[in-house]
């Protein structure tokens, strides 16, 4: 089972940014797509972006397009969120999640592995 660990989180005010990063252990990560996906408090867990294992494709949520960015070096096992022009309503816990598959996806149920989460907040 691999094991991943989010980092980046904090407190930014409106318009700001902040980049994420997921560690993978195991040397398996460059087979699979990856994903990061978002919680508010009182919400479901949402999707937000995922790359495919060679990082050559990847699919944004609606919310976060043309402001959010995923990319991984497979190298380093790291996959990163830069999260640009941040709004109050991103405020959420951030979690890295490994899909089963080399493609991407956008269903948390496709994904096998998850990390602890990091926390993203944004003031106004």
């Known amino acids: 089972q691999v094991q991943l660990v989010e980092s980046g989180g904090g407190l930014v005010q409106a318009g700001g940014s902040l980049r994420l990063s997921c560690a993978a252990s195991g040397r398996t990560f460059s087979s699979y797509a990856m994903g990061w996906f978002r919680q508010a408090p009182g919400k479901e867990r949402e999707f937000v972006a995922t790359?495919?294992?060679?990082?050559?494709?990847?699919y944004y949520a609606d919310s976060v397009k043309g402001r959010f960015t995923i990319s991984r070096d497979n190298a380093k096992n790291t996959v990163y969120l830069q999260m640009n022009s941040l709004k109050p309503e991103d405020t959420a816990v951030y979690y890295c999640?490994?899909?089963?598959?080399?493609?991407?996806?956008?269903?948390?149920?496709?994904?096998?592995?998850w990390g602890q989460g990091t926390q993203v907040t944004v003031s106004s």
């Open positions: 999640a490994r899909r089963g598959r080399p493609m991407y996806g956008s269903r948390p149920y496709e994904y096998d592995s």
């Open positions: 790359i495919s294992w060679s990082g050559d494709s990847t």
